[in-house]
Structure formats: C-alpha cells, structure tokens
C-alpha cells in the first residue's frame, strides 16, 4: 500500500544531512515532511479527496474539534456510559449517514435489537417463559405446555402472564435487561473478564429459544439485515452456529434447513433492497468442543459448504479465547480440508487476550500457519511483531471490533487500544461490531465513532472512513467481479453522501 515507503526514508536521510548547515532550531521544512510521512502512513493517508470531499473534511474536523473539547470523551469512557454522548454527537450523526460498505465480523445471535426480540417476537402465539436459578429467562414456543425443563421454574404462556399482571412495562425491560450486558455501572457488575463472559455467554441461552423458533430464525436474519441496511450497510458476513431450529409440535431441523433458509432469506431481502449485495454465512462452533467432535465438525462445514457454496463462506471456533482450546489442538481437524484438496477458509476469532506467552496468545500465528482469510480481533496482535509483518505481507486483515474488546474488558479507554498503532501504521483493517444488540449499539455506526475518535483523535479524515469503508468490501469474500461492482456502488453512494452532507 505504502510504495513510497523506501522513498520515504532516502527523504529524511536527506533532510537529516542538511540539518548539517542549519542553526540550533529545527528546519521547518523538516518537520513539515515528517508530518506530512506520517499522515501518508495512516489508514487512508493515501486517499486524495477530490473538492467536495475537502470541504466535508473541513466541516468534520471543527465537529470533532467540538467532540475533543466538550469535556467527557466519549471514546474515553465505557461504552454504557458513553453512548447517550455519542448519540448526541454531530460526528456520529454523519458517521450514521455515511454508506460503510460491509459487515464483517457480527454473531448471528446478536444482530437484532433486543427491543425487537421482546416487543414483536415474545408477543407472538404460543410463547412460553421460565424463570431460572440463576435469575435468568429461557423463552419456548409450543402448541402445547412444554416439559418442565431442569434448572427453571414451570412454564408459563406469556400471554396469560401478561394479561394477569396488566402493566407489562416492568416484565418486559427484564426481558430486556436479560438480552443484553447494560447495566448503568457497569464496572460493578462486571469486575473481571470471567464475569462479563459468564454473562455474556448466558444471554445468548436467554436469546436461544426464541431465535432458534423456526419462523423466527427467519424473521430474525431478515430484521437483523434490516437493520444493518438502515445503517447504511451494503453487505454482511456473519458468524452463525446454525443450531437445529424447532417448529411448533417440537419437530427438529437440521443445519441444511438453517443454511437454505439463510439463503432464502438473503435473496428475498435483497429482491426488497435493490442496492444490498448480500449475505454469507462463516459456520462456528464453539471453541471447547474435543478433537474429535471438531473433525465433525469440520467435516460438516465442508458438506455445508459444497451444497451452499453461494451462502457458505467458511469456518471459525467462538467462545471466550482464554478459556476455550487454542487452534493448535485442533490441528487434526483442521488439516482436513487441505488433506482432503477441499477449500473450506478459516476465519479465526484469535489474539482476543491480553494473557500474553499463552498458548491461547499463540493462536495469531497458528491462524496464519493454517491459512486464516481474516483474523477475529487480532488485539494481541501489535505485540507479535513477526505474526504483524506476516499478516500484513499475506493481506490478511484483523477484523477490529471496538466497543466488543471494551465491554468484554480487554481495554478500558478506546484511546489505549492497540488498533490505534496499527491505524496509524496503515495495517489492513476492517471495524466491525461483534454483538451490537447485546451491547445496545447500533449496526456499526457507534463502533465506526469509537474507531475513528476515539484511535484518531484529530489526526484520522474522511479519506480515514473512506478507506475503512472501502476494506470492508476489499477483504470481504465477495468474488473479484462482486468486489469490483460492490466498490463502485460504494463509490456511488458515497458521493451522494459527500454532497447531501455539505447542503
Ligand atoms: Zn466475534
């Protein structure tokens, strides 16, 4: 990307050997160049922004100026408490407006806002509830009382429930409250890494018996594409566990069922939406399974992917990094494919810690050695220099997911956060936002401000967000002649963008 780099440096050399004949004070023109190097490193730092583009450029600096200067900053702060700031922020209110490309990184079972799980999906027909030991909710829907299940109180139809209590309010914010990790303090509630995990991995369980109803598990993928197109998203790759979905009388359905209804659900929101590209499914399992259930399952990804190459895009592990098994335990399963001269890509969440010389902080260079497309976060990534140097020489981008490694406590102030080094290196990126529903957020806007505040502060521009949005196309897994039209539809858009927003 940066082709001057050598240029680069002979310029400096040069500029260094004629400080030979200047004074004590630095040549001005000298520090001019090293600004000026600097910038041409960033993400984005080569982008050349045409008229209109500087003029939106000038407009955006004086509203960051504002965000920098208004006294909290937002980026600073934990995302809970950031996100009324944020919301009010002229630089997000653009930022929400801007066409971002592509979705790269988001779990299947976090897309949607939770406000729609509760308001339309538990006041559906046939929907049960149970209370569990753990002050938790399970959801089932059944044309019939179910079975009692272990660890819960007996169920009960929402709609009698509802109708008993009246005032609905109060029940359905602790739903809710159970389907997603706000809370107002959010450092007492959640003291460590485990406990945020522990909490984080029982919301899904919450979300599980709803999502995973049949009918909703269609609904839900064709809402959560909704609601990433209403933020100004072309494209998603998401990361789904296609558990069995169930019907009504209890009957079962396997992961062929899940994936052909994903296509089908795809193709009909894209025959709503014209100007959506698309949607590929990356299979996961979770990362504590054995080897022997992981070359299962590798072997069914590979099915999946030969009878769904369309939708299929590939294979990743999920789960908390630091608890689950490295990748390199699973080095059976996943020489499978290659042994086999079948082509399943690899996706891997790895370097989401913070415990470094582990084998889990090992799994960065395990990805690359088994061929990884993209990394999953890749937070550890800046302290593996040789990894970094393959990665980037192999054009394998880190998937960065910001308000994600804040929530699950791998950085407290987003300023601190290592992507920041790699923006201001040009290292390929693409931001994502991992669980924007469990996390309150938006699609991807909030995680784009947070990036590009919070690792930027003044020095990130429009050509920074243009090429954030650009990457997330060109390392997506679109076909090279998807990509290329994909990239001028971007381009369309984006410069409706630029003029709409300078009116
Ligand atoms: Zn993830």
Redesign the pocket.
Known sequence: MHVLFLGDLMWIYLLLLCCASCNGRPDPRKRDALIGLEASRRTGGDITLNEREKLLDGKLQKLKQHDMEAGQFPPSMHFFKAKRLIDQSPVFNLIQKMPKGAAL?V?DFAMVSVDWLVKNVTYRENCYVCFTDKQTVQFIFSSGPPASSSHCSSWTLLRSLREKIKNTTELDNSFIRNLTLFTEDPDRAYPNQDTVWERFEQVFLVAYGLVTYAPVFKDYLYEGLRQFYEDNIMYVEI?ALLPQTYELDGRLNDKDWSMAACQEVVNQFKKHHPDFIGARVIFTVHRKINATEAVKTVEEAMILRRNFPDVMAGFDF?GQEDLGRPLWYFKDALSLPEDKGFNLPYFF?AG?TDSQGTDVDQNLMDALLFNTTRI??GFALARHPVVKEMARKMYVPIEV?PI?NQVLKLVSDLRDHPAAVLMAEGHPLVISS??PAVFGATALSHDFYEAFMGFGGMSFNLGTLKELALNSLRYSTLSSQRKEEAIDALLVKWDKFVWESLL
Do not use: F, I, Q, T
Request: aromatic letters at 0%.
């Open positions: 990184h779990h990361r999920v969440h989401e999953g976060h997911c994600s991992d669980d």
